[in-house]
T-cell receptor, first 109, second 114 residues
């Protein structure tokens, strides 16, 4: 079966750095997405990786290793507004998105 | 400007009373998706349209139907809502079914069944 694993919850301090991991087992691979979802709101797109390596976009970076079925989202200089759930999603060989359950990130002052 | 718009934002319906949720988009994307998301769970794909072609997920209950009268609009009909159908319903669009295309989500409709 297809599976996306992420930690359920993480806590970090304002101004610090946090890394959210995602491992996947899917039928084929056509890209990995990270979305941010605030409570009660829809997911918003953060990043896309299809080749191995690191993609940097401001305070957020995303890394992919296809051979390991592994990705992480790195958030730097954490702000209180970064408190949200972070969803990892993989596009499989049928171009369908397989979603993880999300990691709830709690930022403390 | 909002690109994927869902109405209403919050919907309360009675047990067993049919309800329709709507989604419209200004992106001219050819693929539209409906997801159901319950608290602390991954979004669950119910069905999607690739242009006019309807694709139903195998485990989507018959209670859920969809219509796409044109490129811009898509509707989710729940024929007889049960208490277990209370959830956030997310509409999303993408251009084509693959490639680099990412899904754009609407703000969601939170459905309460009483």
């Amino acid at each position: 079966g297809q599976n996306i694993d992420q930690p359920t919850e993480m806590t970090a301090t304002e101004g610090a750095i946090v890394q959210i991991n995602c491992t996947y087992q899917t039928s084929g691979f056509n890209g990995l997405f990270w979305y941010q979802q605030h409570a009660g709101e829809a997911p918003t797109f953060l990043s896309y990786n299809v080749l191995d390596g690191l993609e940097e976009k401001g305070r957020f970076s995303s890394f992919l290793s296809r051979s390991k079925g592994y990705s992480y989202l790195l958030l730097k200089e954490l702000q209180m507004k970064d408190s949200a759930s972070y969803l990892c999603a993989v596009r499989d060989s049928n171009y369908q998105l397989i979603w993880g359950a999300g990691t709830k990130l709690i930022i403390k002052p | 400007d909002a690109m994927v718009i869902q109405n209403p934002r919050y919907q309360v319906t009675q047990f067993g009373k049919p309800v329709t949720l709507s989604c419209s988009q200004t992106l001219n994307h050819n693929v539209m998706y409906w997801y159901q998301q319950k608290s602390s769970q991954a979004p669950k794909l119910l069905f999607h349209y690739y242009d006019k072609d309807f694709n139903n997920e195998a485990d989507t209950p018959d209670n859920f139907q969809s219509r796409r009268p044109n490129t811009s609009f898509c509707f989710l009909d729940i024929r007889s809502p049960g208490l277990g159908d209370a959830a956030m319903y997310l509409c999303a669009t993408s251009k084509d079914g693959g490639g680099v295309s990412k899904a754009f989500f609407g703000q969601g409709t939170r459905l309460t069944v009483v």
